[in-house]
């Protein structure tokens, strides 16, 4: 008896069920009562938001009673699905089937609320004695699950005991899986394909492009392959599902009470590819995977979603003078300052694309004298309509240095300023480059004087071009007065 007291809270209590008859049973469980699974899909199709959002159509065929009230059990759906999105009909007999009541049923089976549900319940507690080499079985109640299972055997009371617990059966409120059951009125009795369409959380789609760079000259070359990236948390699996992208920002009404905060493929040429066929829809865009896959549960998949090696690519060195620079005198140069380099394209059929490009992440490479790629920089784009420019921001020069020196700063009356720079552009590559230089200009302004050839590029924006030769040096001076 001293051996059935033994407290061992770190002891698991291991639930082994006698007789599973309720729930589990993948049968019709009355006359009145059936349920559905997997083995009943004839086809499933899933459409991928970029917003972390799937719509699920999942079509079973299914031999329906004539009833008035039909409870049908619809298993192994998403359990991230949002439960208000759900709707039933019958593809084949619309008319025949009626929908009286559907419920979402969420409350899992699990060893401790199966516990919870036998509390002041008769179970049993096995054991094996190890002294006596015996097997002894207990009867008796079991009492609490809070911090702990506590039990009545007799007169005495057990606190954690080792063992197992072995319940007669599974209470009917428990279920294994999430489940949708809709109460049906169906005045069918032949064979019916129904069709479960819900919306389901926890399943998004991005796109990872990989941009290879052999040179850049006049006339370049690269090549770009896109990926599609599902990433599956939704609590389901779809198997040879028909897939479906769509690329936009869909707005969605949020209760205020649920408000929460690439393996390169080939560096060589390649065959323009695209595994999917796009199309407009509302304001968005839509694109289909030509043949089924299987999306697994906790699964993240790709899909080649186009290549190319036509893509006609330039480079761009770029410096952005700030706004702080104007409001004040500046008695030491600003040295050291680099330009960003800029890899640019156009969406058009010209450069084998032409196609809507949604929002992603691109990985730029570019080939070494040995032939091999190596990383230099990435950048994201926004969903990119046929025929827009693309421009990556992939890092800064190494080789080409900034140095901006303010030569004089008078104020001529008022709010009205006059203000000279002298900009240093230092190369030392064994090449020339061009450099754009875009300088924030403030208030109302105009150029008085200037070494090189500019442009109002925006309101507040004075746009240079300023060629730099081989280990060379350029200085762009201008003059502007401005009144704040």
């Known amino acids: 008896m001293e051996e059935m007291n033994t407290m061992n809270r770190g002891t698991a209590v291991t639930c082994v069920v006698a007789c599973m008859v309720v729930l589990l049973a993948a049968c019709v469980v009355g006359a009145e009562e059936l349920r559905t699974t997997l083995d009943e899909q004839e086809a499933v199709s899933v459409t991928v938001y970029n917003a972390g959002l799937g719509l699920v159509r999942d079509t079973r065929r299914l031999q329906l009673p004539v009833s008035d009230e039909l409870r049908l059990q619809f298993m192994d759906v ?17 008319e025949a089937l009626e929908v009286l009541e559907q419920n979402y049923e969420y409350d899992l089976l699990s060893p401790h609320k199966l516990m919870e549900k036998y509390v002041g319940r008769p179970v049993k507690l096995i054991r094996h004695n190890e002294y006596t080499d015996r097997t002894e079985v207990k009867e008796g109640t079991l009492l609490s699950t809070n911090q702990g299972y506590i039990y009545r055997f007799g007169d005495e009371i057990y606190i954690n005991p080792e063992g197992q617990v072995v319940l007669p059966e599974i209470p009917p409120n428990l279920i294994a899986k999430p489940t949708l059951v809709w109460l049906l009125k169906n005045r069918r009795a032949a064979p019916q394909l129904i069709e479960a369409t819900y919306l389901t959380e926890g399943i998004r789609w991005e796109a990872d492009y990989v941009l290879v760079l052999s040179e850049l000259g006049a006339g370049s070359r690269a090549a770009l392959t896109c990926w599609v990236t599902v ?13 479906k992208l769509v690329a936009g ?18 560096m060589g040429a390649a065959e323009e590819v695209s595994q ?23 699964q993240t998949k790709q899909v080649l979603f186009h290549e190319t090696d036509r893509v006609a690519v330039e480079r761009l060195l770029r410096y952005t003078g700030g706004t702080g620079y104007w409001y004040a005198r500046w008695r030491q140069p600003v040295t050291n300052e680099r330009p960003v380099v800029l890899v640019k394209f156009m969406n058009s059929e010209d450069s084998g694309l032409g196609i809507p490009l949604p929002e992603g992440t691109v990985r730029v490479y570019m080939k070494d004298i040995d032939g091999t790629a190596q990383f230099v920089g990435e950048d ?15 890092g800064k020069a190494f080789d080409v240095v900034v140095e901006r020196r303010q030569t004089d700063w008078r104020k001529i009356g008022g709010d009205v300023f006059q203000i000279e720079w002298e900009i240093t552009f230092r190369n030392h590559k ?13 208030g109302d302004w105009m150029v008085l004087k200037a070494s090189h050839e500019y442009e109002k590029y925006t309101a507040n924006t004075l746009r240079f071009i300023v060629p730099v030769e081989a280990n060379g040096t350029a200085v762009l001076r201008y003059r502007v007065q401005f009144t704040r």
């Not at 407009?280 to 697994?296: D, N, Q």
């Open 78 to 94: 998403a359990s991230r699905i949002i439960p208000t999105s759900v709707h039933i009909r019958s593809v084949t007999a619309p």
């Open 231 to 243: 990433d599956n948390q939704s609590g389901a699996q779809y198997r040879n599902a028909t897939l």
């Open 249 to 266: 920002e869909i707005h969605r009404a949020v209760p205020r009470e649920r408000r929460r905060d690439m393996v390169l493929k080939a």
């Open 276 to 298: 999917f066929e796009e199309r407009a829809f509302f304001e968005y865009h839509i694109y289909s995977l030509k043949r089924p896959t299987t999306i697994k549960d906790k």
């Open 380 to 394: 994201r784009i926004k969903h990119t309509p046929r025929d827009e420019k693309v421009e990556l921001e992939v």
């Open 430 to 442: 064994d090449e020339a480059v061009e450099i754009e230089v875009l300088e924030s200009v403030p």
